[in-house]
């Protein structure tokens, strides 16, 4: 964890739960809806939760099919009721609404992430994980990504662990039963765009797609051959997304 090099900046029982919540996250290969199905969220978190993400989402003015899909995914891992399903939607859309974040919103966390920090630990790793759906983070869903993790009392710390392990391990994300996608909409999702952008848009995506998991990029990294595997893996998954597109547009 990027955490083992940086100088102590939490109170010693939540340093002791993060660290243990990353361990935990890297064991389900940086998933964080798997990581909320094996740690459970407690039932007030939720709202925070979905309206910090529709407040992330709605960063660069669209929200992305990535960005509905990973709240779904959440829900799912929370084993939501339908009228609970619902209200998790409606904070969503709350949050995709707000221009600024209520100062009440994380109260709770804020509170309470002295004694009991895993919490706002586990809120603050999800909200990380939905600011890089498509990639790494541009400045606009970082800084809210940030302003969230601020208002439920995390320092700015916390969120460049997170974003650091995320970004070492960014090739094995999603890198398991991959199969050449069949349609121009799996070939979409898979770079993180939508039927409606433009080919240049979607190269572009694609592109940094590519450049997370280049070897020429890992060969800079220690990384076990395992990862390296997993990488190639995922390298052709976006090549053969991208070949999907073009044929598409010719």
């Given at each position: 964890m990027a955490g083992s090099n940086r100088q102590p900046v939490l109170p010693a029982r939540m340093e002791a739960e993060f660290s243990s919540l990353m361990r935990e996250l890297s064991a389900c290969g940086h998933q964080a809806p798997a990581l909320i199905e094996r740690a459970r969220l407690p039932r007030w978190c939720r709202r925070p939760l979905f309206f910090f993400l529709g407040y992330i989402a709605k960063s660069e003015g669209r929200v992305t099919e990535a960005d509905i899909g990973y709240a779904e995914s959440l829900i799912k891992a929370m084993k939501l009721s339908k009228r609970q399903r619902?209200?998790?939607?409606?904070?969503?859309?709350?949050?995709?609404?707000?221009?600024?974040?209520p100062f009440i919103r994380?109260?709770?966390?804020?509170?309470?992430?002295?004694?009991?920090?895993a919490p706002a630990l586990k809120t603050a790793i999800c909200l990380c994980h939905a600011s890089q759906l498509n990639g790494r983070p541009g400045k606009p869903r970082r800084y809210r990504c940030e302003d969230a993790i601020d208002q439920?009392?995390?320092?700015?710390?916390?969120?460049?662990d997170i974003f650091d392990s995320y970004a070492s391990k960014v090739w094995t994300r999603h890198s398991e039963n991959l199969s050449r996608p069949t349609s121009y909409q799996q070939a979409c999702e898979i770079l993180g765009v939508t039927r409606r952008d433009s080919?240049?848009?979607?190269k572009r995506?694609?592109?940094?797609?590519?450049?997370?998991c280049h070897p020429d990029k890992l060969a800079q990294q220690q990384i076990s051959a395992r990862d390296q595997n997993l990488a190639k893996e995922r390298l052709l998954y976006y090549q053969q997304a991208w070949e999907l597109i073009k044929r598409h547009n010719t």
């Open positions: 619902r209200r998790a939607i409606g904070w969503f859309q709350d949050g995709k609404s707000a221009g600024q974040l994380g109260l709770a966390m804020r509170l309470s992430r002295r004694l009991w920090p439920i009392g995390l320092p700015v710390s916390v969120t460049e080919l240049e848009v979607i995506a694609y592109r940094k797609k590519v450049s997370e």
